[in-house]
């Protein structure tokens, strides 16, 4: 018959056998949990440094659609500028060029033909002037805003496109 000591060994050894088991258990848990926390814990980090990485391309997109509708808005002033310039030089000199035919009128009545004359061209004049200038700023603002306007596109579509 089994001895006590051979019963409480038993009894030890079985418990041991147990104890192993469950600690081993554990450990496979433990390394499991952490195998899938690092795994998800690194995809986490590739899809924020995606992100940013995108977000950073949206921006220097946003910047380049700024820095060329500005371009378009000064190439628009510029025109504007230089037509103005224009039509200013040629009215000052139709202008000079009235006063000397107005100086050669022999009657008041040639005087005022010619000032009507003068003053219908000079009219017909501004407004062509004034009729362009509108044309030109029209064009200028259209061209200012499309590259803003295709950026605000591409960031509906982009939006829309992750829904």
């Known amino acids: 018959m089994a001895t006590a000591a ?3 060994k038993k009894t030890a050894d079985a418990a041991t056998a147990a104890a192993k ?3 081993e258990k554990t450990v496979a848990a433990a390394e499991k949990a952490t195998a899938a926390g690092t795994q998800a814990i690194r995809e986490g980090l590739d899809k924020s440094i995606a992100g940013l990485t995108e977000l950073n391309a949206q921006s220097k997109q ?4 700024v820095v060329a509708s500005a371009a378009a808005a000064q190439k ?4 504007l500028s230089n037509q103005a ?7 000052w000199e139709d202008g000079v060029a009235a006063a ?3 100086s050669t009128a022999r009657s008041v009545q040639e005087l005022f033909e010619l000032q009507t004359n003068w003053a219908k061209s000079a009219s017909e004049a501004y407004l062509a002037e004034v009729n362009k200038a509108t044309e ?3 064009a200028s603002v259209k061209d ?3 590259p803003i306007n295709a950026r605000v596109t591409a960031a509906v579509e982009t939006l829309q496109a992750k829904r």
């Open 144 to 146: 200012s805003f499309a």
């Open 100 to 102: 000397q035919k107005l």
């Open 85 to 91: 310039v224009a039509f200013s030089k040629k009215s």
């Open 136 to 138: 030109t700023l029209t």
């Open 62 to 65: 946003n910047l380049d659609a």
């Open 6 to 8: 051979d019963t409480v």
């Open 76 to 79: 628009g002033v510029e025109a």
């Open 21 to 23: 088991e469950n600690v």
